[in-house]
């Protein structure tokens, strides 16, 4: 305590630099044992998606040896090969996109708009609506789930995009983010719209939207990730395994009782991850920045 | 929505910049407007969430089975969750879940983000995003990862551990152990987004108070304890609420690694809402189990939006 916590006031110039000097080498040092101890760490976290990724490039015969490896000897895409032509693979990647960028492109045009009207537009009941979207954002989708689906079901959506995408095209999170940001943006701009004539929806889509490409970037890529990922969604709503996305299709054929091998399975769980990673290694800095501050859900 | 009418702010707008059309009534121009901004949403809600609320109340008082009548039965399916005990299982498992998976998730998220927030750490932007990874993965791909690791015979971390004198045999068999392992994977998936929330709030406490301490002769744990973990408690009460709801809802990498076994020791809530409704087709009964995961969440969620409302308020300004 005492030696390392010197006031530098009380201290005479001289020892001051040699203190410094040393501290500095002690620093330098502590820095690297650091980085070290902790790249271990990270490495550690990391070991699920280090395996996902070096099993999916082993040969059969390598993936089921006793002892285990951790990386391949022999790099294989066969597991690749098989995962396309042993399953409707193909079709459910295709799902996915349709399913989670449906879901995404609807929720952010429903929700954007929605979300104008509260932040601009002054209409009676405006704050009556927004108390009840916000409350009804702490519903789980899990206890309504099966009134959905009769509904769905009602309408012959069932195994279908309708089905899949529909009911969450909008969303009560995404309208109440995009109000918050929208109340952040000087009122100068659109004011000065309207003067020019403009009607609210001009105002709205080329004012106010370019603005809010930060915000409906987040949204966006939280919206995509999340249906993407989700498993009881596509689960409830597709009956048949081809209908399914490539998350639940996966776990119906891998699951429990499943009958693909382990290697294709960790090929299949790179695919399935991998379009993810790439969207949020684009825009990583910004995507936690807003999950930060916001607290998204 | 239709009785709505705007309070008039802003002048008239002069007829002739209107394209030359002079609006019949400008009130009722305005209202539409509204209407038509709000509609698609409002219809989403409305029908998907909304509807399904209160549908979801009246079946759980019937004996809905998807085919025939639905004769009203009045309490008996509350009472049934409430005495049936592979029910009440479930939500002592779901309770069980909760307990182990918040706290672990808090240390975890706040040590690393601790870990990461020090300037001894070169590259902080790199662990930064390298640690939230596993949040953009899914659970039941997660599961994958951690079930092929965990294998008995072929599994890397299983060998490792023997290694060093630790058996652990099939977790995913073993009723002791599968509940930790369900939540292991679920720790490993969300600590990301939590030392991410951490991560803010540590950048929000004031160097100054750092300072201070420092010039009181405070080593690094003593500021620890008395800066940054009083300064961090609304934040903690934050993370604690949001993962306990999270919690609540666990399902995904349950389904895919035990189904809720060895001998229902992780069959949580939603498992159960999910084979009663979709598997045994008994509507009312689930929908009253999902009544009570409801409430449940509602009143995790009061809890969050009395305490940290105000948090998102005041952005609004």
Redesign the interface.
């Known amino acids: 305590?005492t030696s390392t916590?010197s006031r530098p006031a009380l201290t005479p110039p001289a020892a001051s630099a040699r203190t410094t000097a040393r501290r500095h080498r002690r620093f330098k040092l502590?820095?690297a044992l650091?980085?070290v101890g902790?790249l271990i760490?990270?490495a550690a976290?990391?070991?699920?998606?280090i395996?996902?990724v070096l099993?999916a490039f082993k040969p059969a015969s390598e993936?089921?040896?006793?002892?285990?490896?951790?990386a391949p000897t022999v790099w294989t895409l066969d597991n690749f090969r098989a995962i396309f032509s042993e399953l409707p693979f193909a079709r459910l990647i295709g799902n996915s996109f349709v399913f989670a960028g449906g879901v995404t492109l609807f929720a952010l045009?429903?929700?954007s708009?929605?979300a104008?009207?509260l932040a601009r537009?002054?209409?009676?009941?405006?704050k009556v609506?927004l108390i009840v979207?916000?409350a009804?954002?702490?519903?789980?989708f899990?206890?309504?789930?099966?009134?959905?689906?009769?509904?769905v079901s009602d309408l012959g959506w069932v195994n279908t995009f309708a089905g899949l995408i529909?009911?969450?095209?909008?969303d009560?999170f995404g309208?109440?983010f995009l109000r918050?940001f929208f109340?952040?943006l000087p009122r100068d701009l659109d004011n000065a719209a309207?003067i020019?004539?403009a009607?609210?929806?001009r105002v709205?889509w080329s004012v106010v939207l370019p603005n809010a490409i930060p915000a409906l970037l987040t949204l966006g890529i939280f919206t995509f990730?999340n249906n993407?990922?989700?498993?009881?969604w596509p689960?409830?709503f597709t009956t048949e395994s081809d209908h399914g996305t490539i998350?639940?299709g996966?776990?119906l054929l891998?699951?429990?009782g499943g009958i693909i091998p382990?290697g294709v399975?960790?090929a299949g769980?790179l695919i399935?991850?991998l379009p993810?990673?790439i969207l949020?290694?684009m825009v990583?800095?910004r995507f936690?920045e807003s999950?930060?501050?916001?607290?998204l859900? | 929505m239709t009785t709505s009418t705007l309070h008039r702010r802003r002048p008239r707008r002069p007829p002739g910049q209107l394209g030359g059309r002079r609006p019949l009534n400008d009130g009722f121009r305005r209202r539409a407007v509204v209407v038509g901004f709000l509609a698609p949403a409002l219809i989403i809600l409305t029908a998907f969430v909304g509807w399904p609320m209160l549908s979801a109340l009246r079946l759980s008082f019937t004996d809905a089975s998807g085919f025939g009548q639905e004769t009203w039965v009045g309490l008996a399916n509350y009472a049934r969750v409430f005495t049936d005990s592979s029910i009440l299982q479930a939500i002592g498992n779901t309770a069980l879940y909760a307990v182990l998976f918040t706290p672990i998730a808090l240390v975890v998220a706040l040590v690393l983000a601790l870990a990461v927030n020090s300037p001894q750490l070169p590259f902080r932007e790199f662990f930064r995003t390298t640690l939230f990874l596993p949040f953009i993965v899914s659970l039941a791909v997660a599961a994958f990862a951690w079930s092929y690791l965990l294998d008995p015979q072929i599994g890397l971390l299983n060998y490792w551990l023997q290694a060093v004198g630790i058996r652990i045999g099939n977790v995913l068999e073993d009723p002791a152990l599968a509940m930790p392992t369900v939540v292991l994977v679920a720790v490993w998936k969300s600590f990301g987004f939590y030392m991410v929330i951490f991560l803010a709030g540590l950048q929000d406490i004031p160097k100054s108070l750092y300072e201070a301490a420092s010039l009181d002769g405070a080593n690094g744990w003593r500021r620890f304890t008395n800066v940054t973990f009083p300064m961090l408690s609304n934040t903690m009460a934050f993370v604690v609420v949001i993962a306990l709801i999270a919690a609540l809802q666990a399902f995904d990498q349950i389904y895919v690694l035990t189904g809720g076994g060895p001998y229902r020791s992780t069959q949580t809530i939603v498992m159960e809402i999910y084979q009663s409704g979709f598997k045994d087709l008994e509507l009312g009964f689930a929908s009253a189990l999902s009544y009570v995961l409801l409430v449940a969440t509602l009143l995790l969620s009061l809890v969050q939006f009395l305490f940290f409302g105000r948090r998102g308020e005041d952005t609004s300004s």
């Open positions: 305590m916590l502590s820095r650091y980085l902790f760490v990270t976290i990391m070991l699920p998606v395996i996902i099993t993936v089921n040896a006793y002892p285990p490896t951790l045009v429903f929700d708009l929605a104008y009207a537009l002054d209409f009676r009941g405006s609506l979207i916000i009804s954002l702490m519903i789980p899990q206890a309504t789930l099966i009134p959905i689906y009769q509904l529909l009911p969450r095209a909008a009560a309208i109440f918050q109340l952040s309207r020019d004539g009607s609210e929806f709205f990730v993407w990922n989700d498993l009881l689960l409830v998350t639940s996966l776990t891998t699951g429990p382990q399975m960790m769980a399935a991850v993810l990673a949020f290694l990583q800095r936690i999950v930060a501050s916001s607290g859900k």
